[in-house]
């Protein structure tokens, strides 16, 4: 069997070298496990309609299996169809790659499926920031729909800056933007749930690494901690990856005043580095690429 690792943008630094070096437990007598950048892959179609696959520049056979470690964009659409289309499977499928990392599409599914999570509202540059306070409250949170590890989000706690951030958005762009409720509760705190084939495997905690951080990214500075995920909430998070269609993805939740909701849905799950240098991870990413 051959398995490929396709590194795209935002595949964390931390994770993409666990991914490298980790990977080699999925790899044995039969099983050979190859780790490539998206940029590194061409493919070739000659006058016979056969199609080629080069990485640098040499001409190489499409893997059994593959994954893409990064955020979707249109060359990993591209990448993941042509290999598919050669009789590859993808552990994480395109399609639902691609929801995902949307925030408006997985806010939309996750409704349609009944799933807790933190009221939001799509906003424009047209859109009244009375009309968000009046929706969400003070202060808020907006976020870039397509965005990741934190980037790009800010919290605003007054209308005013809402109607300032709002009137920085382009007149008719593509950049779609959330604004989503402030849980007080969970301020500066968040629960990282990573759910391999449809079974929670690793909770932690993380923390924001200042008090004036509302963020609890690990690579802004937060720390990560183990933490108890009681039972119907891990019922919840192992529903959340069905309804989504990932068989790798993290999960973050919130502790709102009447129980967890959900955050956000990464299908490039940023994990502790304790975790991904475990015997436990190396066993997950084997069992995800054999299956």
Not at 49 to 57: A, P, V, Y
Request: proline share 3%; with cysteine.
């Amino acid at each position: 069997m051959n398995y490929w690792v396709i590194i795209g943008e935002g595949g964390g630094f931390e994770e993409v070298k666990s991914i490298k070096s980790n990977s080699s437990a999925a790899q044995s007598d039969e099983i050979k496990k190859t780790t490539v950048r998206m940029d590194d892959i061409i493919f070739t179609v000659g006058d016979n309609g056969k199609t080629k696959i080069l990485i640098c520049d040499e001409e190489v056979t499409p893997p059994d299996v593959f994954m893409l470690w990064g955020h979707y964009n249109e060359v990993f659409e591209g990448i993941s169809r042509r290999l598919t289309s050669l009789g590859a499977r993808s552990i994480n499928d395109i399609d639902a790659k691609r929801i995902v990392c949307s925030k408006l599409s997985t806010a939309l599914l996750l409704e349609q499926a009944g799933i807790p999570q933190a009221k939001s509202l799509t906003v424009t540059s047209h859109t009244s920031a009375k009309t968000v306070v009046e929706y969400l409250g003070l202060p808020t949170v907006l976020k870039p729909s397509n965005g990741a590890q934190g980037e790009g989000v800010v919290l605003l706690h007054s209308e005013q800056e809402i109607a300032d951030y709002l009137s920085k958005l382009p007149e008719c762009g593509t950049n779609a933007v959330l604004a989503q409720e402030f849980i007080s509760t969970a301020k500066g705190k968040d629960i990282r749930v990573v759910v391999a084939d449809y079974k929670v495997v690793r909770v932690i905690q993380r923390v924001a690494g200042n008090p004036d951080e509302f963020r609890s990214n690990i690579h802004l500075g937060g720390h990560c901690e183990e933490y108890d995920l009681d039972e119907n909430a891990v019922k919840m998070c192992e529903k959340v990856a069905k309804v989504c269609g990932l068989r790798l993805c993290g999960i973050d939740l919130l502790q709102a005043e009447n129980g967890y909701v959900v955050g956000e849905v990464n299908c490039t799950p940023g994990m502790d580095s304790e975790f991904m240098k475990s015997d436990r991870f190396r066993q997950i990413l084997h069992d995800l690429v054999v299956k």
